[in-house]
């Protein structure tokens, strides 16, 4: 639908609240000192070295700064936009749509004074395909060394079962965290971590015998309760 063109009233409203808009902005830049991108990390920490004893001290101050520079960068947007939209009214092109022409509501341009755009061609609506350029490297998950898809059908100890050994000894992670819902503690949390270990069968793993192979007996440990559980097994086994 087209709408009425903006009145020179409407006009110098606008005007007035993009120019509040851009002081606010330009004041807090200025007094958070660019969100203290100015400062360098080995300063902002007060030591020596960018280097903390514990990992996770730098890894805090690695996500602040992260943070930091994606507010300033949010900020240093929003001043752009501010500009845009004051150009755009000194050239007399404020007010319609840059892509397709048609004129920007009144409502629209209250709520978003610095939009150059219509709501149908804004291009916050464009979801972006940027990705960090580590993802790429890193697919698939232990794409390198990952042996379970062997050509020749050979299924050795690769990059996958190291970390699987590593990972018992912990992470950050918790039973909360596992996309298996029915984790009842941190040794159910891994990846694979109901692999079995050393053994094809589970049965192999609780069936038992002496050194001649005599004297069959079973071992209650997990695996085999979970046998019995799912019913794979009879209670005369033993």
């Known amino acids: ?23 606010a902005t330009e004041q807090r830049l200025a007094s958070i000192d660019h969100y203290g991108l100015s400062t360098s990390l080995r300063d902002a920490t007060g030591d020596l070295s960018a280097y903390d004893n514990h990992p996770g001290d730098a890894a805090t101050e690695t996500y602040e700064r992260g ?7 949010q900020e240093e947007l929003r001043l752009n936009r501010i500009s845009e939209a004051l150009s755009a009214m000194d050239n007399g092109s404020y007010g319609s749509c840059q892509t397709c022409g048609e ?43 990952d042996m379970d898809d062997h050509e020749d059908g050979f299924n050795g100890f690769d990059g996958e079962d190291a970390w699987q050994i590593v990972e018992r000894w912990g ?13 009842t503690s941190y040794e159910e949390v891994g990846i694979e971590s109901d692999e079995l270990d050393g053994y094809v069968e589970s049965l192999e ?14 071992v209650r440990n997990k695996a085999y309760n979970d046998y019995m559980e799912n019913e794979e097994g009879e209670a005369l086994l033993e």
């Open 103 to 145: 004129p920007i509501p009144l409502a629209r341009l209250q709520a978003l004074p610095d939009t150059l755009y219509c709501a149908e061609h804004s291009p916050r609506q464009e979801l972006s395909e940027h990705r960090p350029i580590e993802e790429s490297f890193l697919m698939p998950p232990f794409g390198r060394s």
């Open 67 to 73: 943070k930091d520079i994606a507010l300033h960068e």
């Open 1 to 23: 639908m087209t709408m009425t063109k903006l009145t020179n009233n409407q006009l110098r409203n606008l005007r007035s609240q993009l120019t509040v808009e851009k002081a």
């Open 171 to 183: 992470n950050s992670n918790s039973p909360a965290m596992s996309e298996n819902r029915n984790v």
């Open 205 to 218: 793993s609780f069936i038992a015998t002496d050194i001649t192979g005599n004297h069959r007996y079973v």
